[in-house]
Nanobody, 123 residues
Framework: QVQLVESGGGLVQSGGSLRLSCVVS????????MGWFRQAPGKEREFVAA????????EYANSVKGRFTISRTNAANTVSLRMNSLKPEDTAVYYC????????????????WGKGTLVTVSS
């Protein structure tokens, strides 16, 4: 079974930066598109960013464009999310996701979820 483990969450000041990482095991990493989602208290889980199987294409939610950067290193079975210029509105549990589907990032398109890592941005 494929396992996804996130790390890098924590408490940061508004305007600061964090890098989240997700390590994938159990299957060929390059078989999956990888993405990041987040869920704030009282809100539904939302799409944040995604990257294609070999890292040539990326996609971002409008709320994070220009501030967040997703990348992957297939040799290390990892996907990362660099978050700059963080805002209190970015506070959420961030989840790593893997999809074997051709396209789409609805919940139904996700095959595996990580347990999540908490990011808290103070004002």
């Amino acid at each position: 079974q494929v396992q996804l483990v996130e790390s890098g969450g924590g408490l940061v000041q508004s305007g600061g930066s964090l890098r989240l990482s997700c390590v994938v095991s159990g299957r060929t990493f390059s078989s999956y598109r990888m993405g990041w989602f987040r869920q704030a208290p009282g809100k539904e889980r939302e799409f944040v960013a995604a990257i294609s199987k070999f890292g040539y294409g990326t996609e971002y939610a409008n709320s994070v464009k220009g501030r967040f950067t997703i990348s992957r290193t297939n040799a290390a079975n990892t996907v990362s999310l660099r978050m700059n210029s963080l805002k209190p509105e970015d506070t959420a549990v961030y989840y790593c996701a893997a999809s074997g589907h051709m396209s789409g990032w609805l919940d139904s398109d996700v095959d595996y979820w990580g347990k999540g890592t908490l990011v808290t941005v103070s004002s």
